[in-house]
DNA sequence: TCCTCCTACGTCAACGTTGACGTAACCGAC
DNA sequence: GTCGGTTACGTCAACGTTGACGTAGGAGGA
């Protein structure tokens, strides 16, 4: 800048006044400035500017996922970029993993660069490190998840709502022997979906079978498993309602490497690439996904900009898709 | 800081010691500083360490890919990521679109935030705005496609190679014609593939057939209007080589809306969830994305470090999975 | 005893930028 | 001609931190 600012035969303060277009600068000095600005390639440095300004704005956002190679997690992420870069922000973005430790340390790393924002998909368990950040005046909006604390905006899904729904479809069929597989129970999701599950049974009459509940299952590996154990039950369910979507794809599988993907009825939560090819094409619970990053970028943008109104508790519906795997009515044996 | 220098009663300095683990601070001032951090809750501001220390370095580089809830883009950002945080480093992501005007204002906005380097998925088209970051001084990984201009490292896979493999696993079938099914021809790796396609067609002493040769398919729908005409064909392909994930989806749907799926083979360049749940599975040349983006993040870090050999073009191989879908014979008709 | 060296601090300036304020030149009105 | 106002600059200090260097006090050796 003082290069700049020599070679124009200007003042430093001239520059600064030129490169970010404030009055108080003649034509034939603006023409000056911008030619030695670009003949020695200067950049501004945001840092230093966003240290020396009133606002104190990086213009830079934090966005901490679970897991940005999730689909899920990275349709959010691109949606909530498409909106930041709309206002000029950029994204440091991190994977937190679901661990607690994790999640904490990116959240100071996040901190120490002075990001005007951040939305978190929170990691299950306590919620201390987010609440402490908070507590400390980070605009914050928490995603998929809402916070354990309060004073903080959060956007989700019609998780229950749309869970019954989908039981009371398969329950309208004539299941009465629908199971339920979940994902962690630590997660706020998890118990949501669980609940609207018990609602759909409720609601059609229908009495728990504790056998048909299982929960904890991290990854597609473990939902195969806990499918099989399923489907070897002397009275095995006639339906699978599976709560998340690697879930769904590891009971998929058991199904077809039994061949049983005709006979038995299976919705899952959270859509999937391709879930409209397979043979019977798989009906789910779709999310709006992009609609969460948006309401959520929203959101985060308007707090930093002094919005102080009373925290937002944002709902974004889930729709039934119906593609085949859903509409399977119990076979007779 | 200040208010934790007076707290502990001592210079800022000695908080700046302490805080970086420097030797030169008592044991007991020591914990005066850290008990005193503690209660004000202090954060070192990141931004104006890296604005005063010698090195000028910002723990943060930048990853800008094509469309980040791309599945490929999204496994590399996330492999460049758990790198970055092994160095204790963040990632700023963007999404280019694979606009170059876009691009040029993410990286110059990158370039404002004094990122310590940038792994790009480069834009088709000329790479001026690359070319130039570059030449200032800021360390560049490209991934996926090699840099136009010279003293650069890149990381990219066996385009070339993997494709005429994958035309020559359907020719030693006995397939005749196989139709090319391609992204954008401006992008390096449509390039790339293609020529694979010709010398597997060389190599197996077949003849092109221009009008089985389809470009520029960005995006599934296109890639279904292409397929359609080409089986529309008097004399039909019996075979598809598509060279990108969404023209593999589009070619797919097509087959499957003709009920061909079992009759007309395909491979696909890139793989995808669930191709091996589809009927039948279907056979792709897969890229080792966490390879890739491991070996960027390993690139770009020993260059920030001051690594100063000549450049690389890392290579990481694809392999051909076979499925079913590429394992069918030419029909008889 | 005196000098040297080391340790544990403190002081000062600077990183690149901008807010606050100063000043010289010019304009129009009375 | 004088005064108030405006325009187009410049000067200075400060944002939060750290490199360079200074200094006081104690340990150790001749």
């Known amino acids: 800048m003082r290069d700049v600012a020599a070679l124009a035969k200007v003042s430093t303060k001239t520059v600064s006044r030129v490169i970010n277009g404030l009055p108080g600068a003649g034509p034939e000095v603006v023409d000056r400035v911008r030619a030695a600005a670009r003949t020695l390639g200067y950049r501004p440095n945001l840092t230093a500017s966003s240290l020396r300004r009133s606002d104190r704005r990086s213009a830079t956002i934090g966005v901490l996922f679970e897991d940005l190679s999730n689909p899920f997690d990275a349709a959010l992420l691109r949606a909530v970029e498409d909106r930041a870069r709309h206002n000029g922000v950029l994204v440091l973005a991190g994977s937190s993993e679901d661990d607690r430790a994790l999640q904490g340390e990116l959240l100071v790393s996040l901190s120490a660069r002075r990001v005007d924002g951040v939305v978190v998909m929170a990691a299950g368990g306590h919620q201390d490190a987010l609440q402490q950040e908070r507590e400390r005046g980070t605009p914050m ?19 229950r709502d749309s869970s019954r729904e989908a039981v009371l479809q398969l329950a309208s069929l004539g299941h009465r022997d629908i199971a339920f597989l979940g994902d962690r129970r630590t997660l706020w999701t998890s118990q949501e979906r669980y609940t609207g599950y018990l609602e759909g049974l409720a609601q059609a009459g229908l009495t728990l079978r504790e056998e048909l509940v299982r929960t904890d299952l991290h990854g597609a590996d473990l939902a195969e498993t806990a499918a099989r154990a399923l489907l070897d039950l002397d009275r095995p ?12 794809v590891g009971a998929m599988r058991v199904l077809r490497a039994r061949g049983l993907q005709h006979r038995v009825a299976l919705i899952g939560f959270d ?17 709006d996904v992009p609609g969460l990053g948006r309401k959520a970028a929203d959101l985060i943008f308007a707090r930093i900009d002094g919005d102080t109104s009373p925290p937002v508790h944002a709902v974004v519906p889930a729709a039934l898709v119906r593609r085949g795997s859903g509409e399977i009515q119990p076979s007779g044996d």
């Open 141 to 159: 909006v928490l995603v998929d998840r809402p916070p354990t604390f309060g004073g903080t905006d959060c956007v989700t899904t019609t998780n």
């Open 237 to 248: 369910p006639t339906a699978l309602f599976t709560a998340q979507n690697l879930v769904t």
């Open 271 to 287: 859509d999937f690439p391709l879930a409209d090819m397979l043979e019977p094409g798989i009906t789910v619970v779709r999310q």
